[in-house]
């Protein structure tokens, strides 16, 4: 029992924190709220790492990630998280768009996802597709590498393209 009450008191110095942050920002009660899902947890409070294994699905807001380990760093002296890298089978779910990809950095702090491996961004009949796709949302500026390979886009001619918009 003690354990388990050790791993939530974690779980909530981890996410508390920001969740407070994100509910000022937006003004509302819940919104910062991330809900977390998977078939393990481990964390090590002396690296402040927290490790979610098996089918793991965390949700905030409109945006759904997917993925088979979802590992969340958080600061030592602010106990906020700081970094959430989402790896193996990656679908990410958002407004209208979805992402897969063999791993997934975004960095709180930067404001910055990076998509690595098998990169395809859908939105409708859009399309992006990659080896590497890096957005700096405070800029709104993105770059998308083939590594090898090449980069291919569809975006509709007749209408505004949303593909390359990312929107926090």
Not at 22 to 42: C, F, H, K, P, Y
Request: contains cysteine.
């Amino acid at each position: 029992m003690r354990k388990y009450l050790l791993v939530f008191s974690i779980i909530s110095l981890i996410l508390l924190p920001q969740a407070r942050a994100q509910d000022a920002e937006d003004g509302q009660s819940s919104s910062g709220m991330i809900d977390i899902e998977s078939d393990r947890l481990d964390v090590d409070t002396q690296k402040g790492v927290a490790v979610f294994t098996g089918d793991a699905k965390a949700v905030q807001r409109d945006i759904v990630v997917q993925c088979e380990m979802l590992t969340l760093k958080f600061d030592d002296a602010s106990k906020k998280v700081n970094t959430l890298i989402a790896e193996k089978d990656v679908n990410i779910r958002w407004q209208d768009k979805e992402a897969t990809c063999d791993k997934a950095v975004y960095r709180l702090d930067e404001e910055s996802l990076d998509l690595a491996g098998n990169v395809l961004v859908t939105r409708g009949e859009e399309r992006l597709s990659g080896q590497r796709v890096t957005v700096d949302m405070k800029t709104n500026r993105q770059s998308v590498e083939g590594r090898g390979g090449r980069v291919k886009i569809r975006v509709h001619n007749e209408n505004e393209s949303g593909i390359l918009k990312w929107e926090k």
